[in-house]
């Protein structure tokens, strides 16, 4: 690898172009290719075994494109699978969402009661319970899973009534247990940052562990030298879903826009 090599991203569909999106605001000069696996979407729903099996695929897939990181822009996949992925990619670093998130919830929080909102699978793993009780012990962690949430994303739809209700309803209980702090804990839900902000009320900060996990891969690549020299930035789309559809996503999700996408089914 060399400081021109990409930063490889992927996710179970459209929801980690908020990676993407951060990473060019904070990173603009890195290429980037990244992976939508919409055939396999959702991720939430299917078992830890399918799950691990289409994190391995795509790794191997951006391993031998020469990626010098590789981001889980997956917070299911994040939750599972980190360990096994850092194995099977040796001396290319792995950085995951969980990880990133908790560490950021518990700076952010004041009274140590932090909310979760996740997919059902994240939730079901108690993912950022585990990781924020490892770290600090005395927090208060409420958790939450909500396919539809995701599902309303994917699917390019913006119902705002309905998005305020399904919200509304689906953190009831960590809004009742008086939590400050309430993590996005999947990549789909900042794209619903508006409707979220509306139902928790100005008392509780809401964050988006993907600010956090981009500058911790800015931090690794400026301590080894592997930021790009200045070239002009590449950035490589693929899915293995229909190409068309995902393209129409990336007009409404990405905020630079790109028609370099391919179908690749690995």
Known sequence: MDTNSPIGVFDSGVGGLTVVNNLIKI????NIIYFADSKNFPYGTKT??????????????LICKGSKVI??????????AIPFLKELSKDIPVFGMIQAGALYAIKTS???????ISTPLTAQKHAYYNEIKKISPETEVFEVGSQEMVNLIEDGISYKQYAYRLTKEKLEEPLGNKIDTLILGCTHFPFLYNTVKDVVGSNVKVIDPSDFLVLEVKKFLEAEKLLNNGNIAQRAYFTSGDKKEFKEKMKIFLDYPSGNVKKIDI
């Not at 990173?27 to 890195?30: A, K, N, R, T, V």
């Not at 981001?71 to 599972?80: Q, Y």
């Not at 004041?110 to 979760?116: D, E, F, S, T």
Request: aromatic share 6%; hydrophobic share 40%.
């Open 71 to 80: 981001v889980v822009a997956c917070n299911t996949v994040s939750s599972i």
């Open 27 to 30: 990173l603009p000069d890195e």
């Open 48 to 61: 830890e075994k399918e799950v691990i099996q289409f994190a391995e695929k795509i790794t191997k897939f």
């Open 110 to 116: 004041k009274n140590k009661r932090i909310g979760i």
